[in-house]
């Protein structure tokens, strides 16, 4: 499958700072990349679609204000958490749909980040 | 009612038997279904994908799709300790804005016992 990568792969900081998630497809290009939060034994839950070079499209209940996400380039998309607060602490994880020259078997399947753990002080 | 639904288990296999894990779903037009395995602490992994009905074999693993039960399944056969983990099953639902996204089921975790 296609392979996307994630940076960093773990981060601890202190509550008010900001965090920010880099998330590259590196063997192929992703118009469409997708956000996913996991909290412990709990399910993954979708916060955002994010396309390039358009404004993300953000899930019920996410504030677009505090997760900013920018997809600059087909190989690259950024989660940055603003203010964070210990109730932010979670698993991050990044997604990137096979579009064009990837080495999945179609072009609908989604490829996953090896994720970003975030701890808030 | 759930979009994707899952037992969350926990489900034990003894090593060697044939492990089955169900989903169903709500969105009837729903056209890709996803069965993707995430180890502890690790992120998912794509392990089957299927569109039609009937079975797609891969391996040790076989993905049953019923859409008129709204159902699909993820044979595990020859069961090895290193099936343990936890399995999503992921839908892609029909609504044109959410064309692209996946919603995922709560996860079935496996237990493979030696």
């Known amino acids: 499958g296609a392979v996307v990568s994630q940076h960093p792969s773990w981060v601890i900081c202190k509550s008010g700072t900001s965090v920010k998630i880099e998330c590259r497809s590196l063997?192929?290009?992703?118009?469409?990349m997708f956000w996913y939060r996991q909290f412990p034994k709990q399910s993954l839950m979708l916060m955002a679609t994010s396309n390039e070079g358009s404004k993300a499209t953000y899930e019920q209940g996410v504030e677009k204000d505090k997760f900013l996400i920018n997809h600059a380039s087909l190989t690259l998309s950024t989660l940055t958490v603003t203010s964070a607060h210990p109730e932010d602490s979670s698993f991050y994880i990044c997604s990137a749909r096979v579009t064009s020259g990837g080495r999945g078997s179609s072009y609908n399947e989604q490829f996953f980040g090896p994720g970003t753990r975030l701890t808030v002080l | 009612q759930k979009e994707v639904e899952q037992n969350s288990g926990p489900l034990s296999v003894p090593e060697g038997a044939i492990a089955s894990l169900n989903c169903t779903y709500s969105d009837r037009g729903s056209q890709s279904f996803f069965w993707y395995r995430q180890y502890s602490g690790k992120s998912p992994e794509l392990i089957m994908f299927?569109?039609?009905?009937g079975d797609k074999e891969d391996g040790r693993f076989t993905a049953q799709l019923n859409k008129a039960s709204q159902y699909v399944s993820l044979l595990i056969r020859d069961s090895q300790p290193s099936d343990s983990a936890t399995y999503l099953c992921a839908v892609r639902p029909t609504l044109i804005q959410g064309a692209q996204k996946l919603v995922f089921g709560q996860g079935t975790r496996l237990t493979i016992n030696p």
């Open positions: 299927i569109y039609s009905n």
């Open positions: 063997d192929f290009q992703a118009t469409t």
